[in-house]
């Protein structure tokens, strides 16, 4: 370049032991392929988060081969009952996921669920709403909850276990006043205290219904989109990757220009339609919008994510991780149930299967 | 050999993997009682993971490790701690919510039947600060202190667990001459006790001073370990570098240009009311292709100058900006980078990076805009920018997509640094531009700054480097508790001059712009 800088390439120092023959000082930006290194590429994958992941699902897919019960395990109907029965948490999941790669938490969205579910099925049933409007108010009514609760984390720097705790407990009682403390079902109150019944409406039939000869549920088609999209926008997206960057350091991210603000907020409102989504298909496949529907499935949501190996801390994690999580909480739920497993000891035993999952993503250092 | 004494540590064909990349092949060390060991290398040389390895930290190496005699295979920290090997880590390891005397006595609290003796730890770290002469209070929490007194409190552990063997991984980086004076004053009087120190530094000036003897790594392997006195800079740089390379380094200053900066009565206020101004009355102003150096010790307010003209402190920053002529108010960072500024912070992981990330992420992270059509990121192209600027800064790693974090420290400074060039701002803020950087890399990273002013590009460089702020600058300000105190032009500042503005200002006045 010029005479500041000497570029010479004068040999090893002469009077150095020198144990280094090329010319060093050089930089290694990529190392393209380490040819004869397979095993050793293989071993360092293994300790990927994917790896532990699919490591954790092939587990519980074994311990299923073994106690099959009498090989209904096999069954493909038995397949598409674990994905279906999954579906619903897997939709919170995707929301889950993006918020807490922010570092945050969102604990309002089984209430959330519950309050689209029902404000769904009076739109649906009472009012008999067209789907063409009353999906996209549910929808609605899912993002602005989450906007609100992303409001309260971003702009007034409230907590995100308090502010979406909060908005938990609020949610859980708009949907019981919205609802009257009812289930909101076909069957109609008379006025002289009877009940008449009412046409399920087409779009929860077309919702709890299955696709490709019966071997898929559309709810799981919902989820796969869903995953989708989440996917997209962390993989992809401008937006995913300000996610990543404000949960692994929030400050050095807003020195960087990144719209912190708006970022979060977006998370949680993201999170908040998809728990729109997951309360659109539980009504459906109930058949009735319950305003106690989804207690306790922000938790089973937050340990699909986790077991997938996304970390609390947030700044590491992914899509297909929670896909990988949900597998296994799914397979795993049904594997209990199939050899009728009593409800206590399912419970008991889920809480070790989480802690062993997670011990098993835990990174060594 | 003819020592009187046997080595307090010994390490025997040491190597480490982190995957398949072997980072440290066949190195064997020796310290003995009473001397300083420097241990130079590039970045990336495998310094710090030598240290991690005889602090305990890493137990999955291969070779041996001998202290005072007994082999021994340390797998935790403490367990280092009670063999008398003390460690002040290259980042910081301080728990910023936690109290100054809580973190010295971190692991070793002083108790009574399991409760705190809080009294006793106070009083212990406060005579603990006066001996190296600490600006902090026992009961302070290390968050709220600046980053060079958080350095020095990390010190300060290290110094109260009574070890034998003193291990710094680069302990003056963030420090100015006088703080690192007394520093080097008590590694003498660790050195006459019978310790030994082992001793990482990329500023030749203290290997110089202090070095008895020098081990070299380059690329995982042993170079050579000898005395001192057999290496003068040169030949030590040419071992690091595996080439002959000038250390001097010239300033080339282009004909300056219009102006790009000017602010008048700038001031930053405290985070509380009742606290002082970080920064008050400042007027200064930069033109195309110029270097500005500011000079000042800690608290002198000039990383606050830098990050309040970057909006970062929103409106408690006050007072009259003028960019390229024309008025503008700054809130936020993201209008700094509209206006086409870039601040590049003093502190890489607390401000300046995002650890978990990869390279490229972090390199992109504030072009991400440009990256993307419709908000959907463009990665060929991202990837393909990320390559070229890290090429430009010679940043060492197995592949762009490793997460920072593991970067040694010098490359994650080179990281930051390249996620500034790549936005092309016209007016460049750099606190501590080369803090960590290998003397090959910090040529670089001179010659590139020579680039930029010649494209135009304006600077203002804060270095606690004085060697640095002299070669670099065109015009040095001083700043004394908030304020410009001085002003020299590059050539005729020297050294003691700047030092006593920033120790004794003249009679407070105000200096006209
Ligand atoms: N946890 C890790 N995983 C993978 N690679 C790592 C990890 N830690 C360090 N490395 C790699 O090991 C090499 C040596 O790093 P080390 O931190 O020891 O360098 P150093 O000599 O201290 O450099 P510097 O002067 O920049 O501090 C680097 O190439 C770094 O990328
Ligand atoms: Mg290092």
Not at chain 2, 121 to 139: I, M, Y
Not at chain 2, 167 to 180: F, H, K, R
Not at chain 2, 451 to 479: F, K, P, Y
């Amino acid at each position: 370049m010029n005479q500041t800088t000497p570029r010479s390439n004068t040999p090893a120092p002469a009077g150095g032991p020198s144990k280094s023959d090329s010319p060093s000082g050089a930089v290694v930006v990529e190392n393209p392929h380490e040819g004869g290194r397979r095993v050793g590429a293989l071993l360092h994958w293994m300790g990927t988060p994917v790896a532990r992941a699919m490591a954790a699902l092939l587990l519980v897919l074994v311990l299923g081969t073994i106690f099959n019960a009498n090989g209904s395990f096999f069954k493909i109907a038995t397949q598409r009952d674990t994905l279906r029965e999954v579906s619903d948490y897997g939709i919170l999941a995707c929301g889950m996921t993006l918020v807490i790669i922010t570092g945050g938490i969102d604990l309002s969205v089984g209430s959330v669920l519950a309050l689209v579910g029902v404000c769904f099925s009076i739109m649906s049933i009472h009012w008999g709403w067209s789907a063409w409007i009353v999906i996209p108010f549910s929808l609605l009514i899912g993002a602005a909850v989450g906007a609100f609760s992303g409001g309260l984390v971003a702009w007034f720097g409230i907590q995100p276990f308090i502010a979406t705790l909060a908005m938990m407990v609020f949610a859980r009682g708009l949907a019981e006043y919205i609802s009257g403390n009812m289930e909101v079902s076909t069957a109609m109150a008379n006025p002289d205290g009877t009940y008449h019944y009412v046409p399920v409406p087409a779009i929860f039939q077309s919702i709890n219904s299955s696709v490709l000869g019966g071997y898929l549920a559309v709810v799981t088609v919902i989820l796969m989109f869903c995953a989708a999209v989440a996917w997209l926008i962390l993989s992809r997206h401008r937006w995913g990757r300000y996610l990543f960057a404000i949960g692994g350091n929030e400050e050095a991210a807003r020195l960087s220009g990144v719209p912190v603000v708006g970022a979060k907020i977006g998370a949680y409102m993201a999170s908040g339609l998809f728990a729109a989504v997951a309360g659109i298909c539980q009504a459906a496949q109930e058949q009735q919008g319950d305003p106690r529907a989804g207690i306790g499935s922000e938790l089973t949501a937050i340990a699909i994510v986790v077991i997938g190996g996304t970390s609390l801390m947030g700044g590491r994690g992914g899509m297909g991780l929670t896909l990988l999580g949900m597998l296994t909480i799914g397979y795993m739920e049904k594997i209990l149930s199939l050899n009728a497993v009593p409800d206590a000891g399912r419970l008991m035993l889920t809480g070790v299967i989480i802690v062993t999952a997670v011990l098993a993503q835990r990174r060594r250092e | 050999m003819d020592r009187p004494h046997d080595p307090l540590l010994r390490l025997v064909g040491v190597g480490k993997k982190f995957g398949t990349v072997e980072v440290l092949r066949n190195v064997d060390l020796s310290i003995y009682p009473g001397e300083v060991h420097i241990l130079a290398g590039e970045n990336g040389a495998g310094k710090s993971t030598l240290v991690k390895i005889m602090a305990g930290v890493y137990s999955d190496y291969t070779g041996t490790m001998e202290v005072a005699g007994r082999q021994v295979r340390l797998s935790s920290p403490p367990e280092a701690t009670a063999m008398g090997i003390s460690v002040i880590y290259q980042e910081l390891s301080l728990v910023s919510t936690m109290t100054v005397s809580d973190n010295i006595f971190l692991g070793l609290f002083l108790h009574r039947a399991g409760f705190v003796r809080n009294k006793a730890q106070c009083d212990a770290t406060k005579r603990l600060l006066a001996k190296l002469g600490v600006q902090a209070l026992p009961e302070q929490r290390v968050g709220d202190l600046p980053i060079a007194t958080r350095h020095l409190i990390e010190i300060a552990k290290a110094m109260s667990r009574n070890a034998k063997v003193i291990i710094m991984d680069e302990p003056t980086s963030a420090l100015n001459v006088q703080e690192s004076e007394k520093l080097f004053a008590l590694i003498r009087s660790l050195k006459s006790n019978g310790c030994g120190i082992i001793y990482i530094s990329h500023k030749m000036e203290e290997i110089e001073q202090l070095a008895d003897r020098i081990t070299v790594l380059r690329d995982g392997m042993l170079i050579g370990s000898v005395s001192a006195a057999e290496l003068p800079t040169p030949k030590l740089i040419h071992w690091m570098v595996g080439r002959p390379m000038e250390q001097q380094f010239s300033r080339r200053a282009p004909p300056t240009g219009k102006e790009v900066l000017r602010i008048e009565r700038f001031c930053v206020a405290g985070p509380l009311r009742r606290h002082k101004p970080l920064v008050q009355e400042v007027a200064l102003s930069i033109r195309q292709g110029e270097i500005l150096g500011i000079a000042g010790l800690e608290g002198a307010g000039n990383s606050h100058l830098l990050s309040g003209l970057f909006g970062v402190y929103g409106r408690r920053a006050t007072g009259r900006v003028w960019i390229e002529g024309k008025p503008v108010r700054i809130d936020r960072p993201v209008h700094a980078m509209q206006q086409g500024m870039a601040l590049l912070t003093n502190d890489r992981k607390a401000t300046g990076l995002i650890l978990p990330m990869s390279i490229i992420a972090n390199i992109t992270l504030a072009k991400l805009r440009d990256f993307s059509t419709a908000g959907w990121r463009r990665t060929a192209r991202e990837t393909r920018a990320a390559h070229e600027i890290a090429r430009a800064l010679r940043v060492r790693a197995n592949s762009l997509r490793m997460e920072v974090g593991k970067l040694s420290g010098g490359n994650q400074q080179k990281v930051a640094l390249a996620k500034w060039m790549l936005l092309n701002p016209q007016l460049l803020l750099l606190d501590e531009p080369t803090r960590g950087v290998d003397v090959g890399a910090k040529r670089e990273v001179y010659e590139l700054m020579n680039q930029w002013t010649a494209r135009g590009i304006a600077i203002i460089l804060i270095t606690s480097e004085m060697s640095e702020l002299l070669a670099m600058s065109d015009r040095i300000l001083v700043m004394h508790r908030g304020r410009i105190t001085a002003e020299f032009s590059g050539s005729r500042a020297t050294p003691q001059a700047i030092v006593n503005a920033a120790m004794a200002p003249p009679v407070e006045k105000e200096i006209p712009s």
